[in-house]
């Protein structure tokens, strides 16, 4: 189930607890456990973001989000190599 968390998260490029627990058909909180082990793992990265993005980065998913900071995950490098190696077995 690690692999497909950080499948969706690098596939869709947002982070919605909802969304992803709906794909996978898991609960928003079991989504959140496994997000924090992949964290622990190396295998995503969390930034908290600042609370004033000064990116003009009009084609971001969150772009008109009035929450401020906002929780950023991020792939890894290890991450996106597990990813690659899954790929190739299929």
Do not use: F, H, W
Request: charged share 25%.
């Amino acid at each position: 189930m690690l692999k497909e968390i950080l499948r969706e998260l690098y596939l869709s490029g947002t982070y919605s607890k909802a969304t992803i627990g709906k794909n996978l058909n898991i609960s928003e909180n079991m989504v959140e456990e496994l997000i924090s082990q992949l964290i622990r793992m190396a295998y995503l990265k969390e930034d908290m973001g600042s609370p004033t993005c000064k990116s003009k980065c009009n084609g971001c998913a969150v772009s008109n989000c009035n929450i401020n900071p906002m929780k950023i995950l991020t792939v890894t490098q290890k991450g996106k190599e597990l990813i690659n190696k899954e790929k190739q077995k299929n």
